[in-house]
């Protein structure tokens, strides 16, 4: 319970919460990423307050074992996000190692500082929290705006260009005056859907209809049924499909495990 807690906190703060702790800088078209006190202050501000949060729902005997897992938060998570930016700077094509080994560590970080607090704290009498329900906000949590980062930081490089003449793909003449054609979407709408595709899955899984995940996929290739006839969208589409699928049966059986 109280791991599963200190997992929604973080994941509140590192993705969903105001988060300025690089600045991304465009010359002569390249982009450099420079670190951004300021807002690298304000996000473990952040952090430790959504932390502390766990104190409204545990006790200790003495003070001072209030400022052991306060101290801990502030200093490895500081140095983490330090490192983190500093590797990413350096070693750009490793983006995705480097972003997989960070969220590792910090969650190896509060696995052990919600031992601590286990041993060491009390619950509250006011506090009965249903545990499942924990865990299914945390799923739902993880389904949104962290599976959204980890598919761009992943495969954005296989995104097709946002273009009329890029997602058309040799169309005919009846095609040609097609307004449809014109149309390629809101550009922050594939990320909703996706966000909304898990979700579902997510429900279908814990009502056990696991075959109906086929009829989502359905649905979700019929409205794109004309761009599926441009191989790079096509193939940009089935990655994200697999990838939404797959990391929902993933999240899934991993919080289950905590």
Known sequence: MIFSLLLIFHFIADFYLPNNKIKTITKENNTF????????????????????CIFFFYSAVAWFYYVVPIVIIFLTHGIIDICKISLTKRFKQFEPLIYICD?????????????????????YDFFTIDEYLVKTILICILLIKPANTTFQIFFNKFKPPLDKKAMQSEPSNEEKHDESEND???????????ALERLLVFVLIVTESITAIG????????????KLHNTKFGEYFILGTFYSVLYTFLVHFLVKLI
Do not use: W
């Open 33 to 52: 990423i420079e670190f951004n006190p300021q807002g690298f202050f304000a996000h473990i501000l952040i952090q430790l307050l959504l932390f502390s």
């Open 103 to 123: 969220q590792i560590i910090h969650i190896v970080i509060l696995y052990l500082v919600a031992h601590y607090i286990s041993v060491n704290f009390i619950a």
């Open 184 to 194: 390629i979407g809101f550009e922050s709408a594939g990320a909703t859907i996706g």
């Open 215 to 226: 009829f989502v996929i359905a649905i979700k290739a019929l409205a794109r049924y004309k």
